[in-house]
């Protein structure tokens, strides 16, 4: 069965410390790659798509990158504001479209 | 884009009470989605709609579990003979169809505290 292991589960960082979020997966051929920002109370809002090993993204302070079997979330000189808890979802070939989430990285930015 | 609106935002209720949530989609999105989190998980999908055909259902969907989505538009998740168990958050999620691999765009959920 498919499977979307998030690390670390929590991350503490200070204003201005740059740091990574890990999604590892393993699926027998890759559609799609989603990342999510959920805060408190509300929804996961949708971030970036990856399609292929190699590729990348990137909005304001968020980079995503893509390997065959990990994403990158990178995170340049946090701020406060982008504390939240990061979700990573992977879409498998075959007759579904429905993806697979990771249970998500809690990140705390303190200023 | 007024974006995925869910009703109501919070519902607290006895168990062994039925309750139904509903959801409107973006409106041009013809697949709809639901999901349940629980504190620490990421979202567990439930159901699928494309149009109004219900073409997906997880295991986790117990037959006390009911969705519709008459006409296509609007959804509706009912619970009946509510347990412990199905207190969370659920969300539900629309997408165009096309392209396979469309992001969803989650609305931001109703909470179900069981008492």
């Known amino acids: 069965e498919d499977q979307v292991t998030q690390s670390p589960e929590a991350l503490r960082l200070q204003e201005g410390e740059s740091s990574s979020l890990n999604c590892s997966y393993t699926?027998?051929?890759?559609?799609?790659l989603f990342w999510y920002r959920q805060d408190p109370g509300k929804g996961p809002e949708f971030l970036f798509t990856?399609?292929?090993a190699g590729e990348e993204k990137e909005k304001e302070r968020l980079k995503a990158t893509l390997t065959k079997k990990e994403s990158f979330l990178h995170i340049t000189a946090p701020k406060p504001e982008d504390s939240a808890t990061y979700l990573c979802?992977?879409?498998?070939?075959?007759?579904?479209?429905?993806?697979?989430f990771g249970r998500g990285t809690s990140l705390i930015v303190h200023p | 884009d007024t974006g995925v609106s869910q009703d109501p935002r919070h519902k607290i209720t006895k168990r062994g009470q039925n309750v139904t949530f509903r959801c409107d989609p973006i409106?041009?999105?013809?697949?709809l989605y639901w999901y349940r989190q629980t504190l620490g998980q990421g979202p567990e999908f439930l159901t699928y709609?494309?149009?109004?055909?219900?073409?997906?259902k997880s295991r986790l969907l117990s037959d006390r579990f009911s969705a519709e989505r008459p006409k296509g538009s609007f959804s509706t998740l009912e619970i009946q003979r509510t347990e412990q168990g199905d207190s969370a958050m659920y969300l539900c999620?629309?997408?165009?169809?096309?392209?396979?691999?469309?992001?969803?765009?989650f609305g931001d959920g109703t909470r179900l505290s069981i008492l």
């Open positions: 999620a629309s997408s165009l169809a096309g392209a396979v691999n469309q992001p969803q765009h």
């Open positions: 979802a992977v879409q498998a070939p075959g007759g579904s479209y429905i993806p697979t």
């Open positions: 709609f494309q149009n109004e055909a219900q073409l997906e």
């Open positions: 699926v027998s051929g890759l559609r799609g």
């Open positions: 990856l399609y292929s």
């Open positions: 409106s041009e999105h013809n697949r």
